[in-house]
């Protein structure tokens, strides 16, 4: 069995990088989603003139990790409070966002959002919950961009943090293969 969530939270290289290794996680493929132009490019979306957020489309067999996880370990790596911003990622294609496929994702994510909220952990969460209206996969050469560039400076310094947070705080939901 697989279901399949898609999830913008600032950039998509940080996104793949922290759910690719996630007991339970099929695959994930950056892209572009919640826009009006059909197969954008990169540089589009970077236009800021697409309606593209970087998303990352998830699929993971629901039977080994639910939802509800998928939501914590998104939540544990962004920032739900700045609006169209992760870090130094600003704009509206770095927007953070749940992009749901049915009642039941939008229920867990406003419930989730809610109780987030009501814990006091934040003032203000400002993530989208938006119903899914397309997704384009992003180009070849973003596919696996920390695992193939680890050296760069950007994986260094933005993911590999990130990578290492999701590892110590979600060690039992990591692969072990």
């Not at 909220?117 to 993530?127: L, M, P």
Request: glycine residues 6%; charged residues 25%.
């Amino acid at each position: 069995m697989e279901d399949v969530c898609y999830l913008a939270g600032g950039c998509f290289w940080c996104m793949e990088a922290v759910f690719k290794d996630i007991y339970g996680i099929n695959d994930v493929q950056p892209g572009y989603a919640g826009g009006t132009t059909v197969n954008p490019t990169y540089e589009e979306v970077c236009s800021q003139r697409t309606g593209h957020a970087e998303t990352v489309r998830i699929r993971y067999d629901p039977e080994k990790i639910s939802f509800d996880d998928i939501l914590e370990i998104y939540f544990s790596v962004i920032d739900p409070t700045t609006l169209n911003r992760q870090g130094e990622d600003v704009g509206t294609n770095y927007r953070t966002a749940i992009f749901y496929i049915n009642e039941y994702q939008k229920e867990r994510a406003v419930n989730y959002i809610k109780n987030l909220e009501a814990s006091g952990k934040y003032s203000k969460i400002v993530v989208s919950v938006e119903p899914y209206k397309n997704f384009y996969p992003a180009e070849d050469y973003h596919k696996n961009y920390f695992e193939r560039h680890p050296e760069q400076g950007y994986c260094r310094v933005v993911i590999k943090p990130k990578v290492e947070k999701v590892r110590q705080k979600f060690f039992y939901k990591i692969n072990n293969q």
